[in-house]
C-alpha cells in the first residue's frame, strides 16, 4: 500500500493491493472545495477546470449512464460536460425507452462539446437496471469504464485523477475513489464513504458506490456482466 498526490494540491489517493488488482481510495484534505470531493459532487460553479490537452494518445474513457429520464439527469449529465478529461464517451441507456429523439433533445448540450462523444442506446423495450447495464457495457468503446447513474454526479476531476492512478498503475483493472454525500440542492455532506479494500467486508457492505469505480473494458471481454 502507499500515497501518492497527483497535483500539488487536493486529494491523496491511497492503495491497497490484494491479489493482482490495486484499489485506489481518494482520501479528501478537509477543504469545502468541491473539487477535491471524488464522487457525487454537484459543481458548485458552472467554471470548468483547465481541461487536460487531447493527444492521439489519450485513452477514450466510457461513462454508461441508465436513465429513466428523470429531472436529476441534467444535472448527471453537466457533470459529464465538467469533466476535465479530454476524451469521453457518454453511453446513454434508455431504460426507460422514451425513445432516441427525446433523449437526443435531453442531451443536446453533450452533442455540442468537443470533448464527449454521444452514444445513445434503446432497444425498444424498458430496461430492468441490470439490463440497461449490460447494453451499456455491450455499446462502450472505451479502454476504460465507469457507471454514472441518471441521479448521481461527479467532481470535475473524477475521470481525470481516476485515469492518473490507472497510467500509475497500468497492471490494475479496477480502482476506486471515496465518495461524499451532497443533500438535494448539492450542498456537501459531513458523510463520505472511504474504506480500505477488504474482500471480507465488501462481501457484507458495499463501500463502493457504482460512480466511484474505474474498470478496464478488458474485464467485459472476460465475460463480466450483470446478472
Known sequence: SGCFNPRETGGFFCLWQTGSTTMVMRLHPGSDN????????????????TAIKRTDATPLVSIICRTMNRNSL??????????DW???????????????DVLAGTAYKITQAAHVELNTVTTGTPLSRPQAANAGLAAATGSHVLFLDDDDWIASDHISRLTAAVKQHPDH???YSATQKTDADGSLLDEII??????????????????AALFSST?????????
Open 34 to 49: 468541491s473539487v477535491q470531493c471524488g464522487t457525487s459532487i454537484r459543481p458548485v460553479t458552472a467554471q470548468r477546470m
Open 74 to 83: 441534467q444535472d448527471t449529465l453537466r457533470s459529464v460536460l465538467n469533466q
Open 86 to 100: 479530454p476524451a469521453l464517451e457518454l453511453v446513454l441507456v434508455d431504460a426507460a425507452n422514451v425513445g432516441t
Open 173 to 175: 483493472q479496477v480502482i
Open 194 to 211: 472511504a474504506v480500505p479494500f477488504d474482500r471480507t467486508v465488501l462481501r457484507r457492505d458495499n463501500f463502493i458506490p457504482i460512480h
Open 219 to 227: 474485464l467485459r471481454n472476460t465475460g463480466c456482466h450483470f446478472d
